[in-house]
């Protein structure tokens, strides 16, 4: 099933609030620091309103990323309805799960998720073959609502010279079996208002099969470090 809508309109928000968001899939294994499944639940009974900035700042940068895939890669990569101007939501209704990927690589099928990031940040999680787990699951999430085989999860770190990495996710046919059965057996915990307790298990599991079919396909290599006077950047960028 497949939803088009404004991004940030009161349909769009009401409808992801039917739904376990591809970004929500992490929690359910206990594999982001940053968010408990508890928060996940709470979340769709009060939503957070995203600001307006948010979505204007998010655009801008995804843009920024698949420029620099074109560049470097010189791939064919953009929006679903050509602009970006719409949101597609993939739903999956019968496992309360559902997606809304970032753009599509056009000459090899494949989704693409764009994420961007500190220089401190790039360097510390995006250069080796293991880049944050809780974002492999965002795009086994989005494979599995999209029918896809094959995503990108891509990282541009924000300096003058910005660094790229580009890891390559197949679609894992074992973790999507679990995911959707976590998805099912928590949204009816919720409705009935069970509490819920993520395992031990789950999580050891969730993290090898993510690591397993994930691979580095290109890194930015580091680049020496710069040191802009009085860290005024447009002068360094415009000078000479």
Request: with cysteine; hydrophobic share 40%.
């Amino acid at each position: 099933m497949i939803f088009k809508f404004k991004a940030g309109s009161d349909a769009w928000l009401q409808t992801r609030q039917n739904y376990i968001m591809a970004t929500e899939v992490a929690p359910m294994f206990g594999l982001n620091p940053y968010t408990s499944l508890a928060e996940v639940f709470r979340n769709k009974v009060k939503p957070d309103r995203l600001d307006n900035k948010f979505l204007r700042a998010g655009k801008i940068y995804e843009s920024s990323v698949i420029k620099a895939i074109e560049v470097d890669l010189g791939w064919d990569v953009g929006y679903l309805d050509g602009s970006g101007e719409s949101s597609f939501i993939f739903a999956s209704p019968e496992n309360h799960l559902a997606s809304t990927p970032d753009a599509w690589r056009w000459d090899q099928p494949g989704l693409v998720e764009a994420k961007t990031t500190s220089i401190e940040k790039f360097d510390r999680y995006w250069r080796g073959n293991e880049p944050p787990l809780w974002y492999l699951a965002q795009v086994q999430a989005q494979l599995f609502t999209t029918n896809m085989k094959t995503g990108y999860l891509v990282c541009l770190g924000l300096t003058p010279d910005p660094p790229l990495a580009i890891y390559e996710v197949e679609r894992n046919d074992l973790f999507t079996e679990r995911m959707c059965q976590l998805a099912k057996s928590y949204w009816t915990k919720w409705q009935n208002g069970d509490s819920v307790r993520i395992s031990s298990k789950d999580k050891e599991f969730g993290a090898a099969e993510l690591k397993r079919t994930t691979k580095l396909l290109h890194v930015t290599e580091a680049a020496p470090e710069i040191t802009v006077p009085g860290n005024d950047i447009l002068d360094y960028l415009f000078q000479g």
